[in-house]
Each structure stands twice: as structure tokens, then as C-alpha cells.
């Protein structure tokens, strides 16, 4: 398995962006399909995007779609996620989480690996 860490969250307003940072350890990071989910208050945790080993596909959750955007960096071992335009609904800890699989996986339970998460909290 990878170890994840997430950084880059924190108070925004609406409207405003952040950009969150996964550092994976381990040197087979690019074999690992990479996905961002997130949990608010209250609610399960939900998918946010996904993007395969190679860059070759990506998925957004319809609630993030051409606001938020994910990339990977094979040689710094470092998957993001840039979010624009935040909302109040955007609110959660959002967490980094890796699969072995070389297909985009939305389900959380085939993701074997997982960050502590971030705190991502958008005022009105």
C-alpha cells in the first residue's frame, strides 16, 4: 500500500479557490489510479474525481463538474485538486485515497488507500 498526505485546505469564501495536495510515499505511486472524495457534516463520505495512472481519464462528480479540477504529478509523487469557485456546500474533510485498479472508480470501498484527510470550510 502508498501513504497518503493531504494539505492545502482550509477558510475560503464562496467564490473563492484552494488547491489541495496529495504527497504519496513509495516509488510505484504511478501504478496507483488516485481519487479525491469528501465528507460533510452529517453525510457520508462522497466522490469527488478521479484520475487514472496514466492521466488518460478523468471523472468529476456532477456537484464539482467545471469548477473543480484533478492532476497528477508522477515525478513528484503528488495527485491535486483544484477548486474553484467554492460554495458553502463544498464544506467537508476531504481525503486523497489510491486503487491498484488502472480503471476510474467512483465506490469508495475500492480504494485501499487513505489520507487523515483535510478540512475545507467555505463561508457565506
Known amino acids: 500500500q502508498v501513504q497518503l498526505v493531504e494539505s492545502g485546505g482550509g477558510l475560503v469564501q464562496a467564490g473563492g479557490s484552494l488547491r489541495l495536495s496529495c504527497a504519496a510515499s513509495?516509488?510505484?505511486?504511478?501504478?496507483?489510479?488516485m481519487g479525491w472524495f469528501r465528507r460533510s457534516p452529517g453525510k457520508e463520505r462522497e466522490f469527488v474525481a478521479a484520475?487514472?495512472?496514466?492521466?488518460?481519464?478523468?471523472y468529476y462528480a456532477d456537484s464539482v463538474k467545471g469548477r473543480f479540477t484533478i492532476s497528477r504529478d508522477n515525478a513528484k509523487n503528488t495527485v491535486y485538486l483544484q477548486m474553484n469557485s467554492l460554495k458553502p456546500e463544498d464544506t467537508a474533510v476531504y481525503y486523497c485515497?489510491?486503487?491498484?485498479?488502472?480503471?476510474?472508480?467512483?465506490?469508495?470501498?475500492?480504494?485501499?488507500?487513505w489520507g487523515r484527510g483535510t478540512q475545507v470550510t467555505v463561508s457565506s
Open positions: 513509495g516509488r510505484t505511486f504511478s501504478s496507483y489510479t
Open positions: 484520475i487514472s495512472r496514466s492521466d488518460g481519464d478523468i
Open positions: 485515497a489510491a486503487t491498484g485498479s488502472s480503471r476510474i472508480l467512483t465506490i469508495e470501498n475500492n480504494y485501499g488507500s
